[in-house]
């Protein structure tokens, strides 16, 4: 039944670090964006490296492995870091997104368009980074020989896409708050795109 909770005990603490053959495959330039990226999350502090024999506790939700993902000439990042959390999201009960698919949003601006309107985006950057993980819980990680930890919700978790609707549906209702001089208490995302004559909000997430 898709509706019951996965089973409750803690995912695996160790998985294998398959990033070491990847990244053996790609090219120096490719290592290096990907290790920059790497670093860029630690000097954030959304990573914090632990050694190798760290023992498992109530706070961590299990372990994942971090790879490298090469991508076009026209991405920004030419080697992306896609953490492979299918183990722990084993564990972990189903959420959904009720947000706009990239399809609806590009139609949705398409079937309103007038040539007097203004275009404008507003992007979040490392958006799943912005987000804590609750009651002190964290993830561990390995990649290129080296664990990590996060308290972060690291991409890929099953309920990331849910919890950064939730966090910009709330920011949303703030911001329309103010801009209205009235309560905004929409309870999703889509409903922002009629709340204000001539001004619509969509919001979708590219991942």
């Given at each position: 039944d898709s509706q019951k909770l996965r089973p409750s005990q803690p995912a695996k603490l160790k998985v294998y670090d398959y990033s070491v053959p990847l990244l053996q495959r790609l090219t120096e330039g490719q290592q290096q964006q990907f290790r920059k990226e790497i670093e860029d999350y630690k000097s954030h502090h959304w990573w914090e490296e632990v050694g190798?024999?760290?023992?498992?506790?109530?706070?961590?939700?299990?372990?994942?492995?971090?790879?490298?993902?090469?991508?076009?000439i026209f991405k920004t990042t030419k080697c992306r870091p896609c953490t492979d959390c299918?183990?722990?999201?084993?564990?972990?009960?189903?959420?959904?997104?009720?947000?706009?698919?990239?399809?609806?949003?590009?139609?949705?601006?398409?079937?309103?368009?007038?040539?007097?309107?203004?275009?404008a985006f507003l992007d979040l950057s490392k958006a799943f980074y912005r987000l804590r993980l609750g009651d002190e819980k964290y993830v561990h990680i390995v990649t290129d020989s080296h664990?990590?930890?996060?308290?972060?919700?690291?991409?890929?978790?099953?309920?990331?896409?849910?919890?950064?609707s939730g966090l910009v549906l709330a920011v949303l209702n703030a911001a329309f708050t103010g801009l209205l001089g009235r309560?905004?208490?929409?309870?999703?995302?889509?409903?922002?795109?009629?709340?204000?004559?001539?001004?619509?909000c969509v919001v979708y997430y590219d991942d």
């Open positions: 190798d024999h760290t023992k498992g506790d109530k706070k961590s939700i299990g372990t994942a492995c971090t790879f490298p993902v090469a991508q076009s299918r183990e722990i999201n084993k564990y972990l009960p189903r959420a959904s997104y009720d947000g706009f698919t990239i399809f609806e949003a590009t139609a949705l601006v398409r079937g309103r368009w007038n040539s007097s309107y203004t275009l664990r990590y930890c996060s308290n972060r919700v690291v991409f890929g978790l099953v309920f990331g896409p849910a919890a950064l309560p905004v208490m929409c309870k999703s995302t889509r409903e922002f795109t009629n709340l204000v004559p001539n001004l619509f």
